[in-house]
């Protein structure tokens, strides 16, 4: 039985349900659309292993991503899906593959969970990516949209932050275009070092990465009171 959701703000759409069951020996995170009923992430298994695989060996996916190096291995995807799919108390990540019509097409969620040192606040990291068949029909936002939504409501995050590298155009289109949201580059490497540990691949980074890196904070009071709590609707 999924688990509820909390009290919708007055007029929200509920867009998605959910089973988070993250603290067992046998984690369950399944979050599926209502929106578009094919559309479902969820935690990934040992049978995803060719279908991920394919996926991060698939320059077209990985090529602004450095997080993604060495991934093309069989061995290297058998350990990741171990890691996923494994939790923690606290949770340090939550990661999901997208899947449409339980086929699995992408991976995305929360890949890093941690407190912010200097006021303890919650951040979640988001992420995605989507098989290039699938872009441009509206899943890459539906899923952020509930990888979002899930981490600050459900997760109880703070703030989900995403970033990605300035050349990658697409990306930058749906976070300021179909969300709305505008990002400037990071500057500040001390002020941010939580996000150079995560998406630079555990190592240091040039002054010029970080001038070529965007990053988007999504508070969670912005959030609910925004059209995208509700999956879009007006």
Request: proline fraction near 5%.
């Amino acid at each position: 039985m999924a688990e509820e959701l909390n009290p919708p703000l007055p007029d929200q759409k509920i867009f998605y349900t959910h089973t988070t069951k993250l603290y067992t020996t046998e984690p369950i995170l399944q979050i599926q659309s209502l929106k578009r009923p094919e559309l479902q992430l969820r935690l990934p298994t040992p049978n995803d292993s060719n279908a991920l695989l394919r996926l991060f060996s698939d320059s077209r996916n990985v090529q602004y991503d450095k997080s993604c190096d060495g991934l093309d291995d069989p061995d290297a995807i058998k350990d990741l899906i171990a890691q996923w799919s494994s939790t923690s108390d606290p949770l340090e990540r939550a990661n999901v593959v997208i899947t449409i019509n339980e086929k699995v097409v992408g991976a995305g969620g929360l890949g890093w969970i941690g407190k912010r040192k200097s006021d303890g606040r919650m951040i979640g990291d988001a992420g995605l990516m989507l098989d290039p068949d699938f872009r441009r029909k509206g899943y890459a936002y539906d899923s952020l949209c509930m990888v979002i939504d899930h981490g600050l409501r459900v997760l109880k995050m703070d703030e989900v932050h995403i970033s990605c590298v300035d050349a990658n155009a697409a990306f930058k289109g749906l976070m300021n275009v179909k969300f709305g949201l505008q990002a400037a580059p990071i500057k500040d490497k001390f002020g941010n070092e939580w996000w150079v540990y995560l998406n630079l691949n555990h190592m240091p980074c040039t002054d010029f990465e970080y001038q070529n890196t965007r990053i988007w904070k999504i508070i969670k009071e912005d959030w609910l009171n925004s059209r995208h709590a509700r999956g879009g609707h007006e």
